[in-house]
């Protein structure tokens, strides 16, 4: 056990190393996720001061280790690395709970190649480090709940309950995946004793975490209201919001969850292929002397897949096609429904629930990635849990050879291997790409990021540094929250970012313009970015348009920020000026 978390320590500290400070990106979410702890440390109050889009677990954290190590860029590092180390030894020690260390070891190892990105989906500076705290308690969470099905003791289910607890003060979709699995634990310990009591029991030692939970809610709720958080705050969380209703749909499609027709067929011949696949597979494993018509159909149906995945795939994808299948999700969802099915079943009452446990719990957290896991993105929050599933269904997949001990660790061993050389493709080709990197030193720390990039910020930092030392205040628009943090200034409006749906139309708005108009803010910095993962283009002109109309008539163009002529696809910024009160009247 030691050697294989000694393992996993070492390639954690190789990834951390071998990417230091090219992580996350500073224009979009990663600076809210620097700025809001920040000014919760100076002692301002989450969502009454400034708003922030998911539950108040993950930001009061960050604050408090800011308290505790100062405002620095390294703490926000090191918090992130340590929970993705953290994910990865608990995926191994429930794999080997569950009788593969070799599963466990491969889910904490793609855990931590995928984890150190040079995007805003990664660890060390995420795009919400909810997620990131996220991932790290519902891996805490599955190895109670993994531990609470083998055993009679309420501290099991204590534990899960406060993991549970923690997930949803961190993350709606984390936290709901929580307490559903966590019912089905009690439920099946339940029917595993065939005892009202003990369900009883259970449900006394979860309560504490849900009571939390509630008291939590009972605050956010009397700041301002009900309406003030659900739909001014908690944007891409509260199922209701403007922004989910209107942008909501296309956002969760493009991350995997869609179930339209259209989505199912690809899916359905996805699945095609790859049980074509993995059938010849078994059948080269396992061969023996032809026999009967079902061999040659199996033979035919692995040279039909095989040319298909020539013609149309390049090597890498039909390799990742058979080994991280896009629609593993999907998989493992149908996995737990026939666990369960096994289970409740079975007349034994000394018969596990642990499996459909972990698949449930594999199905839930990753529903927003059902018919798109990837190595990237949003998925490498959500699918530690979903590869161990995978890992684990596989293993039956391949016919026995030989000694039973033998063949098990050989089983093992191919199965997560071809899935490790996979990920070790991926992450040699992402050092490749931040070899031109440049270091952006600032007071706050220093992150690395392409040569013009710095430049230009390094401009943007210089000119709020100045305009706030005269006493006048900048907007960034429409995000860029990082300047705030690194040239140590404040964000003039409650609201910080202007992605879409972030402020509603009506009263939301009007309160906006009006924190606008009452400061006055002198001067914008207004970006060249744009929202095509939303489907719209420009701030105050695809939307937020009332927002745009009152800026474009109350302030004008002065300058770019740099006079050096503009790279294609490179930020950049322009100077707004407010005009004299003279030409507003």
Not at 267 to 290: E, N, Y
Not at 331 to 351: E, M, Q
Not at 446 to 468: G, L, M, P, Q
Not at 521 to 545: A, H, K, M
């Amino acid at each position: 056990m030691w050697c294989a978390v000694l393992a996993l320590v070492m390639l954690w500290a190789v990834r951390t190393y071998e990417t230091w400070a090219t992580w996350g990106n500073l224009t979009i979410d990663c600076g809210r996720e620097m700025y809001v702890p920040t000014v919760l440390a100076e002692g301002k109050m989450l969502y009454r001061d400034v708003m922030y889009v998911y539950p108040p677990g993950a930001p009061y954290l960050n604050s408090c280790l800011f308290r505790l190590f100062g405002v620095h860029l390294n703490v926000l590092y090191w918090a992130g690395s340590l929970s993705a180390l953290g994910s990865a030894v608990l995926l191994y020690l429930v794999g080997m709970r569950l009788g593969s260390w070799l599963a466990g070891l491969s889910a904490g190892a793609v855990v931590l190649v995928q984890a150190f990105q040079s995007s805003s989906f990664s660890f060390p500076l995420p795009y919400s480090f909810a997620s990131v705290y996220g991932c790290l308690v519902s891996c805490v969470f599955l190895w109670l709940v993994i531990g609470a099905s083998s055993s009679k003791s309420l501290a099991w289910v204590f534990g899960a309950g406060a993991a549970a607890a923690a997930a949803l003060l961190l993350k709606l979709e984390f936290g709901a995946a929580c307490y559903i699995t966590l019912a089905l634990l009690i439920a099946a310990r339940g029917f595993q004793q065939r005892s009202w009591r003990s369900i009883a029991r259970d449900v006394a030692a979860v309560l504490p975490g849900a009571l939390a939970c509630a008291w939590v809610a009972y605050w956010m709720v009397s700041i301002r209201g009900f309406e003030f958080i659900t739909q001014e705050n908690l944007a891409s969380t509260w199922p209701r919001s403007f922004y989910m209703r209107t942008y909501g749909k296309f956002w969760l499609a493009n991350s995997g969850f869609s179930l339209t027709p259209q989505a199912f067929l690809g899916a359905a011949v996805r699945t095609m292929i790859f049980v074509g696949v993995v059938q010849g597979l078994h059948l080269v494993a396992s061969w023996r002397r032809p026999a009967g018509r079902s061999f040659f159909l199996r033979v035919a149906l692995f040279l039909a897949t095989a040319v298909f995945l020539a013609l149309v795939a390049t090597p890498r994808q039909a390799f990742q096609q058979v080994f991280f299948p896009q629609d593993m999700v999907l998989y493992v969802t149908v996995g737990s429904i026939a666990a369960w099915w096994y289970f409740l079943r079975g007349r034994n009452s000394d018969r596990s629930p642990a499996i459909p446990l972990l698949l449930t719990l594999s199905s839930l957290v990753a529903f927003r990635i059902l018919l798109k896991m990837q190595w990237w993105a949003y998925a490498i929050y959500y699918n530690g849990p979903s590869l161990l599933s995978f890992l684990l269904l596989a293993r039956p997949l391949l016919p026995r050879a030989g000694p039973l001990s033998r063949f098990v660790v050989l089983r093992d061993l191919l199965v997560s291997s071809a899935c490790l050389i996979l990920f070790a493709i991926y992450g040699m080709r992402g050092y490749e790409r931040t070899k031109g990197f440049v270091p952006l030193t600032t007071e706050r720390g220093t992150v690395r990021v392409s040569k013009h990039f710095a430049e230009e910020y390094e401009a943007a930092i210089k000119f709020f540094k100045e305009k706030n030392s005269e006493g006048e205040a900048v907007l960034s628009l429409p995000e860029d929250a990082s300047l705030y943090f690194l040239s140590r200034t404040h964000c003039p409006t409650r609201v910080n970012v202007f992605a879409p749906g972030m402020v509603a139309p009506g009263k939301m708005t009007d309160e906006v313009i009006a924190q606008i108009d009452r400061k006055p803010i002198r001067y914008l910095l207004w970006s060249n970015r744009v929202f095509p993962e939303y489907g719209v283009n420009q701030f105050g002109v695809d939307f937020n348009q009332a927002i745009g109309d009152y800026l474009v008539s109350h302030y004008r163009r002065t300058q770019r920020l740099l006079a050096t002529p503009p790279v294609l696809g490179e930020w950049t910024a322009d100077v707004w000026e407010r005009k004299p009160e003279a030409e507003l009247r």
